[in-house]
């Protein structure tokens, strides 16, 4: 495979914010890009170049007309943590994209999975589908990531951290943490999608450093010019207040990763893997120090913050 053949790529959650990464990337690199989505234009985020195949993942003839002529897919599952519609998605997709001769499906589980099976769906059902791409037997490569830098630019944490130096996050403040951004991510995504010699492996991408809160702190008093603390949000108080942004169901799924977390049976789950991915890939994801320092952090600080 190589990238420097214009391909056409497929991205599955380009309206979100990991999808959207991606695929702004790939159309600044001269690919044609689709995305699937019944959302009107005045809804949907601005994607310069992308076509917007109109459709969902429960209707299969439309995700078998979706992929027509596709040669690459990058696939980020909404946020749905009910097994059955998890598992019909990932089938639609995986037929499709064997039916229409993609070459390769790139699959970012959008979390690190446990290697026990856990009860947590927001774990579970993106381990179910893994194995339901998998068993398509298109080309599946996986990227893990662990938590993303952007989730701290966010109107539940960036008022406070550029105000007020608070970075409050539900993770305990002694579990090591890879943090990643949506733009590195989007990187190891393009890279995944034509890298040769890596086919149907599995990547526990994460950022250059591994973080415990008081140090991702620094990292962030650096990056902004002023003292930062960390304090350690509770699971629940978390979710009530995620609840309010993207309802209750979605909010609970999100939530069980932090409550798994807060639990301490696995503390390195999220931890950097020594760079190997990154490595592999040949990707170079930033420092945190650096990110922080290139985002507009005015924003929540300036005349028209809330």
């Known amino acids: 495979m190589s990238e420097h053949m214009l391909q056409r790529c497929a991205v599955v959650g380009a309206t979100g914010f990991q999808g959207g990464a991606v695929a702004r990337l790939l159309t600044s690199r001269g690919h044609r890009v689709r995305t699937l989505t019944r959302k009107a234009a005045s809804e949907r985020p601005e994607l310069p170049g992308v076509f917007c195949h109109p459709g969902d993942l429960d209707d299969r003839d439309e995700v078998l007309r979706f992929l027509e002529g596709a040669t690459h897919v990058s696939v980020v599952m909404p946020l749905m943590y009910d097994p059955d519609r998890i598992e019909t998605w990932a089938r639609h997709l995986g037929e499709a994209a064997r039916e229409n001769g993609v070459q390769r499906i790139v699959y970012n589980a959008n979390t690190r999975i446990p290697g026990r099976t856990t009860g947590v769906a927001a774990f579970e059902t993106r381990r179910l589908a893994e194995s339901v791409l998998r068993r398509s037997g298109v080309d599946v490569v996986v990227l893990r990531p662990p938590v993303y830098l952007d989730n701290l630019f966010s109107p539940w944490n960036g008022p406070s951290l550029a105000r007020d130096g608070i970075l409050a996050y539900p993770l305990p ?19 995944a999608m034509f890298a040769d010699g890596i086919d149907g492996r599995t990547f526990d991408i994460g950022g250059s450093q591994s973080l415990t809160g008081d140090r991702l702190a620094q990292e962030f008093a650096m990056g902004l010019g002023r003292g930062v603390r960390y304090e350690a949000l509770p699971a629940d108080v978390f979710e009530k207040g995620l609840a309010a942004q993207i309802g209750a169901v979605a909010a609970a799924g999100v939530a069980g990763i932090y409550h798994y977390m807060a639990a301490g049976d696995d503390p390195g789950l999220l931890a950097g893997d020594g760079g190997t991915s990154a490595q592999a890939l040949g990707v170079h994801p930033s420092a945190v120090d650096l990110w922080v320092t290139h985002q507009p952090w005015q924003v929540w600080t300036g005349p028209d913050a809330a």
């Open 173 to 191: 403040a002694g579990t090591e943490t890879a943090w990643i951004s949506h733009a590195d991510l989007a990187e190891a995504t393009a890279a």
